[in-house]
C-alpha cells in the first residue's frame, strides 16, 4: 500500500516535497516513481527512482527543478519539487513495481497511491 502526501497549495516559485510512505517489508525491491496528472490531461510520467536509490529518471522538462531520493530504512520515497510553475499544478501519484526499471517505470506500475493534489497559484 502506497500514501502519499505532502500536497498542498503554493506560489508560483515555492517549493513543495512529497513523501510516499510503502506499507511491507520489501519496499528495496520495488522501483518508485511519480506521476502526475492535471485537469483534463493525461497522466504523464514524472520522475522513477532505482530500488538502491542510486539512479534517477526524470521526465526531460523537469529535470533540475525536481530531485528524487527514497530511504529505505523508512519505506519513504520523496518528491522535492522547486520553483514550481502553475503548469505543475496536477493530483500526483506514486507508483511502485518490482520489475520496471527507472527508465521503463515511465510506462507503467504494479501498484499505485491514491495521490495528493498540488495547485500552484501564479
Known amino acids: 500500500q502506497l500514501q502519499a502526501s505532502g500536497g498542498g497549495l503554493v506560489q508560483a516559485g515555492d517549493s513543495l516535497t512529497l513523501s510516499c510512505a510503502a506499507s511491507?517489508?520489501?519496499?528495496?525491491?520495488?522501483?518508485m516513481g511519480w506521476f502526475r496528472q492535471a485537469p483534463g490531461k493525461e497522466r504523464e510520467f514524472v520522475a522513477a527512482?532505482?530500488?538502491?536509490?542510486?539512479?534517477?529518471h526524470y521526465r526531460t522538462p523537469l529535470e533540475g527543478r525536481f530531485t528524487l531520493s527514497r530511504d529505505n530504512a523508512k519505506n519513504t520515497v520523496y518528491l522535492q519539487m522547486n520553483s514550481l510553475k502553475p503548469e505543475d499544478t496536477a493530483v500526483y501519484y506514486c507508483?511502485?513495481?518490482?520489475?520496471?526499471?527507472?527508465?521503463?517505470?515511465?510506462?507503467?506500475?504494479?501498484?499505485w497511491g491514491q495521490g495528493t493534489q498540488v495547485t500552484v497559484s501564479s
Open positions: 511491507g517489508r520489501t519496499f528495496s525491491s520495488y522501483t
Open positions: 527512482i532505482s530500488k538502491s536509490g542510486k539512479s534517477t
Open positions: 507508483a511502485a513495481d518490482p520489475f520496471k526499471v527507472i527508465t521503463t517505470l515511465q510506462y507503467g506500475a504494479d501498484y
